[in-house]
């Protein structure tokens, strides 16, 4: 038993071990990872390839720099090893490839700063010319400095056009010939030369550099960014095309709002138009609530109107067989209180009510058991709530703020044909209790002015002489009385006269008839003649009859003001009643006139006390007798 716990204590040591040491390979992996993205990052560009270009830079920038150290430290090692003629050639090969160290790490600041363009065409330019002043010194043209040329023309294809690659590369193949013929004919000699033993150690050294830098560290960078430049595009390539999708969708679900929202507009005005031609009220309901139920495809449509006191929402009229029964029974609604539509003629607000939460207890009506969805709008007519428009389907949430907009004009279209139908049958009523007056006035008129001539006015047109009618020729059209023709009549007498009878109408009313004979039947021009004069003689009877009351009362306003001019122009009580009565009898046209004072509280009778005046004229017991008020 102790050997398997120490077993199971060594085999937990060696997994903790491993564990430590797997958290300290990632953890300097990580370092790693932080310090180069560090490095190569760039912030102060917006453009996204101009910033990829700038990190691939600092990426060849921080090879660069390595590149540096392993030139210098090639020449190090030939320096320890006594490969160079002299100890100052070895101390001063050193030193200027030292200097090239500080040149990337240059780079990658002003890169970090924004001078991406500018630090390209120096570091490279900068490369090219300081290799090939390393070449002037060190050997001339047998110099190894001749492999680094890889560098600067390779950056040169990547960083700049393919034709700067090539125009360096034939530059470098011209500077290395110069540099040939010129220590062919002994014009140059380089300052150090290295022995054979150093130029293959360095030979050796640069080329194994050349290529794992230019073609496996410098290609992989390269390629690396290329991939996910790649990458990056294809990415972005791919959001394109979703985006493309996306909009084309949201085009067509765009396109088909608009569509299904101009018909709805193009429905709405047909609907408003029909209903502004409707005759009452009745037909204006029962026809919106149809006509929106079959144009706009709705399960139930409902208009709902106040009751007495604006305290129940009463259901006036329905579209579906549900709110058929539901207006048999005068279903109503109380305000404020019960439903959307009871919260709309409260609110003034349109609400939209779903089959879930707190509005799903809306829906459990028997009548309408397929409701889904159900919204309320307000009708408005001239800033007053008239009722509630209701209307229900059955698709669920099949109402959103885009249908609001559009079903709140239609419900101010019906609320205005409401209103509009409401006012015209209030004019309409107006209209008829007018006529009812007016015809009753002008009947009460015509009574009295055919009171002050016997009830009768009868004339006859005889030979070409116009006298007042007969009794006998008044018999004679006893047979239709003024009662019962309605409109123009001919009819054949027994003696063979053709007679045409033409009712005359007042305010609507018959007042009298004219009769005309003839041996001849009547001709179609000469009804329409007869028609036409009828017609101009009822306006002319009206307007003589009003003439006549104009004068008649101002006459009577004439006299009474003599009368009272007379009557105050008196200064006893006795010239005063004589006055009166003498006055009113005149102008009354009495036989006889009496007015007697008697004091309150007695009889009106001739008795000792009283002051009376009597003139002749007026019949017994007719007098005028003022009381003083108690």
Same mark, same amino acid.
């Given at each position: 038993?102790?050997?398997?716990?120490?077993?199971?204590?060594?085999?937990?040591?060696?997994?903790?071990?491993?564990?430590?040491?797997?958290?300290?390979?990632?953890?300097?992996?990580?370092?790693?990872?932080?310090?180069?993205?560090?490095?190569?990052?760039?912030?102060?560009?917006?453009?996204?390839?101009?910033?990829?270009?700038?990190?691939? /830079?600092?990426?060849?920038?921080?090879?660069?720099?390595?590149?540096?150290?392993?030139?210098?430290?090639? /020449?190090?090692?030939?320096?320890? #090893?006594? !490969?160079?003629?002299?100890?100052?050639?070895?101390?001063?090969?050193?030193?200027?490839?030292?200097?090239?160290?500080?040149?990337?790490?240059?780079?990658?600041?002003?890169?970090?700063?924004?001078?991406?363009?500018?630090?390209?065409?120096?570091?490279?330019?900068?490369?090219?010319?300081?290799?090939?002043?390393?070449?002037?010194?060190?050997?001339?043209?047998?110099?190894?400095?001749?492999?680094?040329?890889?560098?600067?023309?390779?950056?040169?294809?990547?960083?700049?056009?393919?034709?700067?690659?090539?125009?360096?590369?034939?530059?470098? /193949?011209?500077?290395?010939?110069?540099?040939?013929?010129?220590?062919?004919?002994?014009?140059?000699?380089?300052?150090?030369?290295?022995? +054979?033993?150093?130029? #293959? /150690?360095?030979?050796?050294?640069?080329?194994?550099?050349?290529?794992?830098?230019?073609?496996?560290?410098?290609?992989?960078?390269?390629?690396?960014?290329?991939?996910?430049?790649?990458?990056?595009?294809?990415?972005?390539?791919?959001?394109?095309?979703?985006?493309?999708?996306?909009?084309?969708?949201?085009?067509?679900?765009?396109?088909?709002?608009?569509?299904?929202?101009?018909?709805?507009?193009?429905?709405?005005?047909?609907?408003?138009?029909?209903?502004?031609?409707?005759?009452?009220?009745?037909?204006?309901? +029962?026809?919106?609530?149809?006509?929106?139920?079959?144009?706009?495809?709705?399960?139930?449509?409902?208009?709902?109107?106040?009751?007495?006191?604006?305290?129940?929402?009463?259901?006036?009229?329905?579209?579906?067989?549900?709110?058929?029964? !539901?207006?048999?029974?005068?279903?109503?609604?109380?305000?404020?209180?019960?439903?959307?539509?009871?919260?709309?003629?409260?609110?003034?607000?349109?609400?939209?009510?779903?089959?879930?939460?707190?509005?799903?207890?809306?829906?459990?009506?028997?009548?309408?058991?397929?409701?889904?969805?159900?919204?309320?709008?307000? !009708?408005?007519?001239?800033? @007053?709530?008239?009722?509630?428009?209701?209307?229900?389907?059955?698709?669920?949430?099949?109402?959103?703020?885009?249908?609001?907009?559009?079903?709140?004009?239609?419900?101010?279209?019906?609320?205005?044909?409401?209103?509009?139908?409401?006012?015209?049958?209030?004019?309409?009523?107006?209209?008829?209790?007018?006529?009812?007056?007016?015809?009753?006035?002008?009947?009460?008129?015509?009574?009295?002015?055919?009171?002050?001539?016997?009830?009768?006015?009868?004339?006859?047109?005889?030979?070409?002489?116009?006298?007042?009618?007969?009794?006998?020729?008044?018999?004679?059209?006893?047979?239709?009385?003024?009662?019962?023709?309605?409109?123009?009549?001919?009819?054949? !007498?027994?003696?063979?006269?053709? #007679?045409?009878?033409?009712?005359?109408?007042? @305010?609507?009313?018959?007042?009298?008839?004219?009769?005309?004979?003839?041996?001849?039947?009547?001709?179609? +021009?000469?009804?329409?003649?007869?028609?036409?004069?009828?017609?101009?003689?009822?306006?002319?009877?009206?307007?003589?009859?009003?003439?006549?009351?104009?004068?008649?009362?101002?006459?009577?306003?004439?006299?009474?003001?003599?009368?009272?001019?007379?009557?105050?122009?008196?200064?006893?009580?006795?010239?005063?009643?004589?006055?009166?009565?003498?006055?009113?009898?005149?102008?009354?046209?009495?036989?006889?006139?009496?007015?007697?004072?008697?004091?309150?509280?007695?009889?009106?009778?001739?008795?000792?006390?009283?002051?009376?005046?009597?003139?002749?004229?007026?019949?017994?017991?007719?007098?005028?007798?003022? #009381?003083?008020?108690?």
């Amino acid at each position: 038993m102790e050997t398997d716990m120490d077993e199971q204590i060594d085999k937990r040591s060696e997994t903790e071990e491993l564990a430590d040491l797997t958290a300290a390979d990632h953890f300097q992996r990580v370092t790693l990872a932080r310090i180069w993205r560090s490095l190569v990052s760039v912030e102060v560009y917006e453009d996204e390839e101009t910033a990829r270009v700038a990190r691939l /830079f600092n990426n060849l920038m921080v090879v660069g720099f390595f590149l540096s150290c392993f030139i210098t430290g090639v /020449f190090a090692v030939a320096l320890a #090893r006594g !490969m160079f003629q002299t100890l100052a050639e070895g101390w001063f090969s050193v030193g200027f490839t030292a200097l090239l160290i500080l040149v990337p790490i240059f780079a990658i600041w002003q890169v970090k700063n924004g001078h991406l363009e500018t630090m390209i065409k120096l570091y490279i330019w900068s490369s090219f010319l300081g290799m090939l002043l390393g070449t002037l010194i060190f050997d001339g043209p047998r110099s190894v400095a001749w492999f680094l040329f890889f560098w600067p023309v390779m950056l040169a294809g990547t960083f700049m056009e393919p034709d700067d690659a090539l125009r360096m590369a034939l530059g470098v /193949f011209v500077c290395y010939g110069l540099v040939y013929i010129l220590d062919a004919w002994g014009f140059y000699t380089p300052p150090i030369s290295f022995t +054979d033993k150093s130029y #293959r /150690f360095m030979s050796l050294a640069f080329s194994l550099l050349m290529i794992g830098a230019t073609t496996g560290l410098v290609n992989f960078i390269n390629m690396r960014s290329q991939r996910r430049a790649v990458a990056g595009m294809r990415e972005t390539e791919q959001a394109l095309q979703e985006t493309r999708r996306s909009l084309e969708q949201r085009v067509d679900e765009r396109t088909a709002a608009l569509q299904k929202q101009a018909t709805q507009l193009e429905t709405i005005t047909q609907l408003n138009r029909v209903v502004a031609n409707l005759p009452d009220l009745q037909s204006v309901l +029962d026809t919106s609530v149809q006509l929106i139920s079959e144009r706009l495809e709705y399960y139930h449509v409902g208009i709902f109107l106040f009751g007495p006191e604006r305290k129940w929402a009463v259901l006036q009229a329905a579209s579906s067989e549900g709110g058929q029964r !539901m207006l048999s029974r005068g279903h109503r609604l109380r305000v404020g209180e019960e439903g959307v539509v009871g919260y709309v003629a409260h609110t003034g607000l349109p609400r939209i009510a779903l089959d879930v939460g707190e509005d799903s207890m809306w829906f459990n009506n028997p009548d309408l058991p397929n409701t889904r969805s159900e919204i309320a709008l307000p !009708m408005i007519a001239r800033g @007053q709530i008239l009722g509630v428009l209701d209307i229900q389907t059955e698709v669920r949430e099949a109402f959103t703020e885009n249908d609001v907009k559009i079903l709140r004009v239609l419900a101010r279209g019906t609320a205005i044909a409401i209103d509009n139908a409401r006012t015209l049958e209030e004019m309409r009523t107006t209209l008829e209790r007018l006529a009812r007056y007016q015809e009753r006035d002008a009947l009460q008129a015509w009574r009295h002015a055919l009171a002050r001539r016997d009830m009768q006015v009868d004339f006859a047109y005889v030979a070409g002489m116009t006298r007042e009618a007969v009794p006998e020729e008044r018999a004679s059209v006893q047979d239709k009385t003024i009662e019962t023709v309605a409109e123009l009549t001919t009819m054949e !007498m027994d003696s063979g006269v053709h #007679r045409l009878l033409a009712p005359i109408y007042v @305010q609507g009313r018959s007042l009298g008839v004219l009769t005309f004979d003839k041996s001849e039947p009547w001709q179609p +021009d000469e009804l329409q003649l007869s028609r036409a004069v009828v017609t101009q003689l009822e306006l002319a009877l009206e307007n003589a009859r009003l003439l006549e009351e104009t004068r008649l009362r101002a006459a009577q306003e004439r006299a009474r003001s003599e009368i009272v001019a007379k009557v105050r122009s008196m200064g006893s009580v006795d010239a005063i009643l004589r006055s009166a009565a003498e006055e009113l009898g005149q102008a009354l046209r009495v036989e006889r006139s009496r007015i007697q004072l008697a004091p309150p509280g007695e009889e009106t009778r001739p008795s000792q006390g009283s002051e009376s005046a009597e003139t002749d004229g007026a019949p017994a017991g007719s007098r005028i007798n003022p #009381r003083k008020p108690e």
